[in-house]
């Protein structure tokens, strides 16, 4: 009965597929997506409801198959998917009209990863990279009325170990080198191990006669204040000889079209073609246009355009009917990155419409290990915090996924700027021509997909690679001879040194190659010198938080400090007998073999034993701020020295203490809310010194303003309990683009007092307002006698929303704040402007409460401590 139930419903989804149907003249899509699919283990009788774009992981668990496999110890639990076999299907209709059409083809955005594809019985595609769309002809297989597809999925860490014996050497990497897929998968040191298989984007049905769009660059030939000389590109599949009008329409302006939107015809072309793969330019110019501007340095303006595709035949074109149509967005600016050798070495620096910039920013993961479950909101909410952050790049990491395009689009929109590694990571990769051909495919695919964002400022070869091979033994490690090593490396430079540079050449030459990050590793003197630098004598090395100052590079593109993800995070992965670090639980939630180790060593150094486990957590997130502030300023004030900060790293895939600054429920960590401030515009850093004159304190400030700054620094020594003990000011200049020292306090100009009972207070203020301002303790946190305090706060409401004003009567470190309440504290329903601070006596913090969804604060509600509560 069941059996007979789940086919007749799977039957009837099936037969409404027909109404998701796209249609141009002569032209016809059909989206297969949705719930009309069913799935088994490979030779089980019963078939199960499956959901596309998905894969098998999720579809067990929406079954009831499997429990949650973040959930506790689950992960080990469920290694046995990836071992086995899966099968999925559907089925959908045509009717004549669809059959009429002189192409019929089956378009897969993503299948994971290998998979053998069956129209109607008959082997249409045998697919085995992740990162690849495919495109299939049906016309001969597709029937008038009902038609299955059926897809089975090998396992893929069987089929990679089959792969691994086709050569005599053993790779660093593992089984997973062999495969296409996204590497992390496999697990990594901030993720589980889970390889799963599926239909992972979208699938449709396209139809279609004559010709069709297979993409459209659109190419800035030449920029200044006055004109933008633009091209569109059209690649066109040409089945039918015959004229064709090409048409470029803008959607900013002019009159409605048939659907309502805004266009007007900005340019066309009409031209002869024969059959084939055909490319077809379009001319035009743009008056006085508009720069797209990173994030802080104005605003990220985007140009719109209709490229279609028009049957010719017409006196009027708008008479035309249209065969295919595409919509692409662009930002118009200039991107360069400048390698300008001087006496130290080489820089590596990002010059956006002729102007230097520092990129600040975070290095990005995929944000969950089950990518069809990250929807336009993950990513909206993601792109979002890190602009609220003063982010200006994130650089996509090579062990993960090329994104979805979405994931660009809102970097477009907000002036994100991204690094774009290609996805390989941390091993070394087969090179025998199936291989090294797979991956040029992949690579073209993901070219053409994301050239016209704005946002890529430049294509990177690989993750750690070159590093790997040149610093960690590998060689050695598997015990490679001359020949060997030779070998390899050979594979390595044709795909890095060749295929890779070859496809940018030819598909987006406007932009930057760069082999692999970083260019030198982290125990070469060449690291600090030439290139960008991955630097992780802190944390791996456990060296002190102090050899940040001293180990800067030109740009920095990975260091970072782990921490715990907020309580409410782990209370969903953990029940409260777990939540210790010692439980079963919390240790399958941390992935670096020494992690909680690293993290109770830093601690002891710089903080008081936390007296519970929520505490614990607290203190480890202040932890983590403390480190990379550290880091952060030492980049930022080595300006132009280094010219980019990129932390490791934004986000997670799963609920794991890891190095992120926001963890996977979408809570800021006390790291993110620092970053707010360290990534401002204006950023003082106090620096210890030692001069002849005597030593004492150097008073930096960074402004990455494209124009001066005036006002006023004002200095002032500040006890604990209020006092002023000692101030100074004077009015100053803060230079466009610059880091430079405004000021130094010998400690002979100091009154002698208690270090761990004394601030120095620096701020630059225009009048009434601070533009800027750090708070410079002279010992560490452990070492500072904080005194119990009264908090005393109101909260008031205003059409600019709810604020919260708080008082202290002596010093309040790092406080928390808190919304009591089940559920009042989720990331998607408020968040706090600021969190962590410090409240000085005498003075006023004024924190507003935001929030998306309308929420309404009660005083009663919020909990805050302080760091005085914490041991």
């Known amino acids: 009965m069941y059996h007979r139930t789940a086919l007749a419903l799977f039957v009837c989804s099936a037969l409404l597929m027909l109404a998701s149907v796209n249609t141009y003249s002569g032209a016809q899509t059909m989206s297969l997506d949705g719930g009309a699919w069913q799935f088994r283990k490979l030779g089980d009788a019963a078939w199960l409801p499956a959901q596309v774009p998905g894969m098998v992981h999720l579809d067990l668990l929406r079954n009831n198959k499997i429990p949650d496999p973040f959930y506790g110890t689950n992960e080990g639990r469920l290694q046995w998917i990836d071992s086995v076999d899966w099968e999925y299907r559907t089925q959908f209709l ?273 944000p969950d290990i089950f990518l069809p479950r990250v929807t336009h909101e993950t990513y909206k909410r993601i792109v979002q915090d890190a602009a609220a952050a003063n982010m200006n790049m ?89 020949k060997d090593s030779s070998t390899v490396w050979h594979w390595y430079e044709t795909v890095f040194h060749k295929v890779l540079p070859d496809v940018i050449a030819h598909y987006d030459d406007v932009r930057f190659y760069w082999r692999s990050s970083p260019q030198f590793g982290w125990g070469r003197k060449e690291s600090l010198t030439h290139g960008d630098a991955h630097y992780w004598g802190v944390w791996w090395g456990l060296e002190p938080f102090s050899m940040y100052e001293k180990k800067v590079g030109r740009f920095m593109s990975e260091y970072g400090m782990q921490s715990l993800p907020a309580l409410p995070t782990i209370a969903a992965i953990a029940p409260p007998p777990e939540q210790h670090l010692t439980s079963a639980t919390m240790k399958v939630h941390q992935k670096h073999p020494t992690g909680y180790e690293n993290i109770q060593q830093y601690l002891e150094r710089d903080y008081k034993q936390p007296k519970n486990f929520e505490q614990y957590v607290y203190v480890s997130q202040l932890l983590q701020a403390r480190g990379i502030t550290t880091a952060i300023e030492a980049h930022r004030r080595a300006m132009p020295y280094c010219m980019g900060t990129l932390y490791w790293q934004l986000n997670d895939c799963w609920q794991v203490s890891s190095w992120s600054s926001v963890d996977y429920a979408g809570r800021w960590k006390a790291l993110h809310y620092a970053v707010k401030e360290l990534y401002g515009n204006l950023l003082f850093s106090v620096q210890r010194t030692q001069e002849r004159t005597g030593n004492g304190f150097a008073i930096h400030l960074v402004s990455d303003i494209p124009h001066d700054t005036r006002g006023t620094l004002e200095l002032q020594l500040r006890s ?120 000085l006596p005498g003075e006023t913090k004024i924190v507003r409460i935001e929030s998306e969804k309308p929420f309404a604060v009660t005083k009663e509600q919020i909990l805050l401590q302080s760091l005085i509560n914490s041991y």
């Open 720 to 839: 604990f309990d209020g006092k002023v003990l000692w101030s100074k000011s004077q009015t100053i200049t803060a230079k466009a683009n610059t880091a430079q020292i405004y000021a130094r306090v010998l400690d002979s100009e100091l009154p002698k007092v208690n270090a761990t009972e004394s601030v120095l207070v620096v701020r630059l203020k225009n009048g009434a307002q601070t533009l800027a301002e750090k708070l410079h303790y002279f010992v560490s946190p452990k070492d500072l006698k904080l005194t119990p305090h009264t908090i005393d706060y109101t909260l008031t409401s205003s059409p600019a929303g709810q604020f919260l004003t708080l008082r202290s009567n002596t010093l309040a470190k790092n406080v928390f704040l808190q919304l009591r309440g089940e559920g009042a504290n989720r990331a998607d329903d408020v968040r706090f402007s600021t969190n962590f601070f410090d409240v």
């Open 94 to 366: 045509c009717d004549s009209a669809l059959l009429r059409h002189s192409s019929i083809e089956l378009v897969f955005e993503g299948l994971d990863t290998f998979a053998a594809v069956y129209v109607n019985d008959s082997l249409v595609l045998r697919a085995d990279n992740m990162f690849r769309s495919w495109r299939v002809d049906c016309k001969r297989i597709a029937k008038n009325g009902r038609n299955e597809l059926r897809i089975v999925f090998a396992s893929a860490v069987r089929r990679a170990r089959e792969l691994s014996k086709n050569i005599r050497l053993t790779l660093p990497g593992d089984e997973k080198v062999f495969t296409r897929k996204a590497q992390y998968q496999f697990g990594w040191d901030w993720g589980p191990r889970f390889v799963s298989c599926g239909v992972w984007r979208s699938v449709r049905i396209e139809a279609w006669n004559d010709i069709r769009l297979e993409s459209v660059a659109l190419r800035q030939e030449s920029l200044n204040e006055h004109a933008a000389h633009l091209r569109a590109e059209f690649e066109v599949n040409v089945q039918s000889e015959g004229t064709y009008i090409f048409r470029v329409q803008s959607k900013s302006a002019g009159s409605k079209n048939a659907e309502g939107r805004l266009q007007t015809i900005v340019s066309s072309r009409r031209e002869s073609l024969k059959r084939g793969i055909q490319t077809v330019s379009v001319d035009w110019v743009i008056p006085k246009p508009e720069l797209w501007w990173s994030n802080g340095l104005g605003k990220p303006h985007l140009y719109t355009f209709v490229c279609d595709v028009l049957q010719d035949g017409k006196e009027n074109e708008n008479q035309s009917e249209i065969l295919d149509s595409t919509t692409v967005s662009i930002g118009l600016r200039t991107i360069k990155i400048v390698q300008r050798p001087d006496s130290a070495g080489i820089g590596f620096a990002i010059e956006l419409n002729g102007q230097p910039v520092f990129m600040k920013g975070a290095n990005y993961i995929p």
């Open 394 to 482: 994130l650089r996509v990491w090579g062990g993960g996924s090329y994104e979805a395009d979405d994931f660009y689009t809102l970097c477009d929109e907000h002036g994100i700027l991204i690094w774009q590694d290609f996805m390989f990571a941390c091993a070394m990769y087969p090179g025998d021509s199936a291989f090294v051909e797979n991956v040029r495919r992949e690579a073209v695919d993901n070219v053409k997909r994301l050239r016209n964002h704005p946002c890529i400022a430049l294509w990177c070869g690989n993750n750690e690679i070159d590093e790997g091979w040149q610093n960690w033994g590998w060689q050695k490690q598997f015990n490679y001879s001359a």
